[in-house]
């Protein structure tokens, strides 16, 4: 199984960009998916998860900017951001979980200018 996540960019404060991760086998039966980052020097955190295709969980520093929707015909999760801060600057990476397996993309760097 493989994740591919794609979309990142520069943009500038106030900017949107959408986040695509393109999975490789089915995803219908994938009940977690979530979008994840990490900036420098700092540890990897949430960002918004999508458990059983309609649950869904935001960060507190997204919630109300960022949207977590997946495709379960296109096999892909996307992340909808949008109002973008220079803290939104990371690397994002697309996560799911098939059995007691982790799956992690490799990851879509994200920067936001001032």
């Known amino acids: 199984v493989q994740l591919q996540a794609y979309g990142g960019g520069l943009v500038h404060t106030g900017g949107s960009l959408r986040l695509s991760c393109s999975v490789s086998?089915?995803?219908?039966?994938?009940?977690?998916m979530g979008w994840y980052r990490q900036a420098p020097e700092k540890e990897r955190e949430m960002v918004a998860t999508?458990?059983?295709?309609?649950?869904?969980n935001y960060a507190e520093s997204v919630e109300g900017r960022f949207t977590i929707s997946r495709d379960n015909d296109k096999n892909t999760l996307w992340l909808q951001m949008n109002s973008l801060k220079p803290e939104d600057t990371a690397v994002y990476y697309c996560r799911t979980r098939i059995g007691n397996t982790e799956v992690w993309g490799q990851g879509t760097q994200v920067t936001v200018s001032s």
């Open positions: 999508i458990r059983s295709g309609v649950r869904k």
């Open positions: 086998v089915s995803i219908f039966r994938l009940n977690f």
